[in-house]
């Protein structure tokens, strides 16, 4: 199985987004988050793509969006489903070791000036409770295998974010 790190802690890494960002091998295969139709597929400013998801495949206030990916398996207008495999992972790297690369996940509340936001804010509360445990048990078991328990913000209400401000996409 793949390690992955999610980087949702205060890091040298100087990343304050609201959106949590996995380190992965290279060639990992990147899904989509959710059911929808692909309504866009922006080039990124590191080189990569954003796959931006919605329920009609128009820009609408919600777009889901999985970012720092390369080798797209889905264009946009296809339906894609929730895990299906729409790319892989990129060797942007943000400081990443070799081999690696960094993708992230989350939400734009769109308008005129869309914003990213943390993903975990929104789930639905039939499970937001069990999944926050998952991600805090997730956080804790990284900290024991590097041997460092002050990585992650414990006092975040949210884990996986760096911050629960938005910030313009």
């Not at 295969?29 to 139709?37: A, M, N, W, Y």
């Not at 796959?51 to 919600?62: A, F, L, N, P, S």
């Not at 690369?101 to 975990?120: D, N």
Request: with cysteine.
């Amino acid at each position: 199985m793949a390690q992955i790190q999610l980087y949702g802690y205060r890091s040298k890494m100087e990343k304050s987004s609201p959106q949590p960002t996995f380190v992965v091998p290279l060639g990992t295969p990147v899904r989509s988050l959710v059911d929808g139709v692909v309504a866009a597929m922006p080039t990124l400013w590191s080189g990569d793509y954003s796959i931006q998801v919605t329920t009609d495949g128009k820009m609408q206030e919600w777009i889901y969006e999985t970012e720092h990916l390369i080798n797209p398996r889905a264009k946009v207008g296809d339906v894609v489903t929730a895990g299906q495999i729409v790319g892989e992972v990129s060797n942007f790297n943000r400081g990443a070791p070799p081999g690696f690369g960094t993708m992230e996940i989350g939400i734009l509340r769109g308008g005129q000036k869309p914003q990213h936001v943390c993903p975990f804010a929104y789930l639905d509360e039939s499970i937001k409770e069990d999944t926050l445990k998952k991600i805090n048990s997730l956080f804790k078991s990284w900290e024991d295998y590097i041997g460092d328990q002050t990585l992650y913000e414990e006092k975040n209400p949210i884990p996986g974010c760096l911050t629960q401000e938005p910030i313009d996409g």
